[in-house]
C-alpha cells in the first residue's frame, strides 16, 4: 500500500504549508492532503496562492474525488473532508468540530482507518486542539507522526495539545519535517 | 476517534433495514458515522448496540434519529461567493423571457438555504415572480414555517447577509427572541410545502431551477446518480440545476448529452433537452 501525508495548521501554519509544497518535486510519488482551517466564507484564491512557487500539482477536493499519487489535496473551505475505503475522498458539511470546518481530526482519523501504518501526518502551528486526537489515531495504527516543534510555532496550542495527548514519532523544526516527506521510501 | 465504528454503523443500517424497512445504506458511511457519533453523544448513550435496542424499541427515537440524519450545518448564504454571482447568472442566463419561475428545494434541512434563497429573490426584486416550493422530510417542515420556533443564526451566517447586503438590516428578514433569529414569516406562506423523501418518493411537477447545493454529498456515489436522475425528470427544458461548489456531478450530467454546463466553478447545469 503506498503512503500518504496528512498535513495539518492552523493559525501560523499557511505559510509553512506553502514552504513544504514548494519544496516537494513535481513526481514525488505520495499523495498529500493538507487540512487547514480557513476562511469559511471564501472560496477563491487559497490554492492558487499555494501554486504560485510550487512544482506539484496541487488541487482543491471535489466530493468522492479518487485520491491519486503525486498530487496535494487540499480540504475545501468549509466542508469536512474524509477519506474513505477505496481511496476516495467525500465531503460533509456535518457541524463544525472544536469550532472547525475543515476538522483536522476527522481528516487524520479517517485517513488512519484506511491507510493503516502507511500514514504520515504531520501537524503545525495552530490555536486549538483540534488534530491532536487525529494524530494519537495515526500513531496507534502504526503511522508515523510529525509534530511541528512548539518552540518554532507562531501558534504552539496545537502542537501541544497533541504532545500532551501521547509521544508522537517525532518533534521537529519545519526543515527537518521537509527532509524527512522527502525521503520517505516508496 | 468517533465510538461509533463502520462495523457499528453496518450494524446499525441492518437494524434499522430490518426493523423499519428504510435502507439507510444509500448515504455516505463516514458521514452517517460521525452523525449517529453525534446522537450517540447527545443522547448520552455509551454503546452502539444500546442506540439499537433504542432504535428497535422506540420509533419516535427512530424518526428523530432520521430526521438528524437527513439535517445539515448549512449556514444562512452559505457560499456567499455564489450568491454574489448568482444575480447576473440568474437574469443573463436564466430568466430569459419569462415571466414566473419555479423553484424546487429538495431534501430542505434547516431552513437557512430557503431563507437566503427567499431573501435573495427579495432582495434582487426577483421574488414577486417567483413561485418556490420545498420538499421536507417529517418534522422539519413544522420546524422552518411554524412560528413558535426559530433557529439560531450562526455568527458566519450574519456575517454572510452583512457581506451580501451591507445596506439591509437584519431586522427587515429576522426578529431577535432570547438568543435566537425567528424568520419573519409573513412570506412563508408564499412556499408550497410538501413531505417526501427523495430515494423513494416521486416528484410530481416540473420546475425550471432545482436548488440541491451540499445535499448530494451525504449520499454514496451509485446513490447520487439515481438521486441527480429523478431530479433531472423535474426539470422543463432549459431548466436548471444547481450543486455545491465542490459536489461532483457525475456521470450522468457531464456524459448523457442532457445537460449542458452554464457555470463549472458555480456546478450550474441546464438540461438541453
Not at chain 1, 162 to 180: A, G, H, K, R, S
Amino acid at each position: 500500500m503506498s503512503k500518504i501525508i496528512v498535513i495539518g495548521g492552523s493559525a501560523g501554519s499557511f505559510r509553512i504549508v506553502s514552504k513544504i509544497l514548494a519544496s516537494i518535486p513535481a513526481k514525488y510519488p505520495f499523495p498529500i492532503v493538507v487540512c487547514m482551517h480557513r476562511l469559511r466564507n471564501i472560496r477563491s484564491c487559497f490554492v492558487e496562492t499555494l501554486s504560485i512557487n510550487s512544482n506539484f500539482r496541487i488541487k482543491e477536493v471535489f466530493d468522492k474525488e479518487k485520491i491519486q499519487a503525486s498530487t496535494a489535496y487540499i480540504a475545501p473551505a468549509n466542508y469536512h473532508l474524509y477519506i474513505n475505503f477505496g481511496k476516495s475522498f467525500s465531503l460533509s458539511v456535518e457541524p463544525p468540530v472544536n469550532h472547525s470546518r475543515p476538522s483536522i481530526d476527522m481528516t487524520m482519523e479517517t485517513a488512519a482507518e484506511v491507510y493503516l501504518d502507511e500514514v504520515v501526518g504531520v501537524l503545525l502551528s495552530g490555536a486549538n486542539n483540534d488534530g491532536a486526537r487525529g494524530m494519537k489515531k495515526i500513531h496507534e495504527n502504526g503511522g508515523a507522526t510529525l509534530v511541528q516543534d512548539p518552540d518554532t510555532c507562531e501558534i504552539s496550542t496545537m502542537p501541544k495539545s497533541c504532545l500532551q495527548l501521547f509521544t508522537p514519532t517525532y518533534v521537529l523544526d519545519v526543515e527537518t519535517i521537509i527532509e524527512i516527506i522527502l525521503n520517505l521510501d516508496v | 476517534m468517533p465510538e461509533i465504528s463502520i462495523v457499528d454503523t453496518k450494524n446499525i443500517i441492518r437494524a434499522i433495514k430490518l426493523k423499519y424497512k428504510v435502507d439507510l445504506g444509500s448515504f455516505q458511511l463516514n458521514t452517517l458515522r460521525y452523525k449517529l457519533d453525534r446522537i450517540l453523544s447527545d443522547q448520552h448513550l455509551q454503546y452502539p448496540d444500546i442506540l439499537i435496542t433504542r432504535l428497535i424499541e422506540d420509533s419516535e427515537f427512530y424518526s428523530e434519529l432520521i430526521d438528524n440524519i437527513y439535517s445539515s450545518d448549512i449556514e444562512l448564504f452559505r457560499d456567499p461567493e455564489f450568491w454574489s454571482e448568482f444575480s447576473g447568472i440568474l437574469s443573463e442566463q436564466i430568466i430569459i423571457n419569462t415571466e414566473q419561475v419555479n423553484f424546487l428545494l429538495p431534501v430542505c434541512s434547516n431552513g437557512f438555504e430557503l431563507y437566503s434563497l427567499m431573501i435573495f429573490l427579495e432582495e434582487k426584486a426577483f421574488f414577486d415572480k417567483s413561485h418556490i416550493t420545498v420538499l421536507y422530510n417529517s418534522s422539519t417542515a413544522d420546524k422552518i414555517h411554524s412560528s413558535n420556533t426559530g433557529f439560531k443564526i450562526s455568527h458566519l451566517g450574519l456575517e454572510n447577509f452583512s457581506k451580501l447586503f451591507p445596506d439591509t438590516e437584519m431586522e427587515k428578514y429576522f426578529f431577535n427572541k432570547g438568543n435566537q433569529y425567528f424568520f419573519r414569516k409573513e412570506k412563508m406562506s408564499l412556499i408550497k410545502k410538501s413531505k417526501h423523501e427523495i430515494l423513494t418518493g416521486k416528484i410530481k411537477n416540473k420546475y425550471q431551477i432545482i436548488f440541491f447545493r451540499d445535499r448530494l454529498i451525504n449520499f454514496e456515489a451509485s446513490t447520487q446518480e439515481q438521486i441527480i436522475k429523478k431530479l433531472s425528470a423535474s426539470l422543463v427544458k432549459n431548466g436548471v440545476l444547481i450543486l455545491g461548489y465542490r459536489e461532483n456531478p457525475g456521470k450522468f450530467i457531464r456524459n448523457s448529452g442532457i445537460f449542458e454546463t452554464i457555470d463549472e466553478t458555480n456546478r450550474i447545469f441546464r438540461k438541453i433537452v
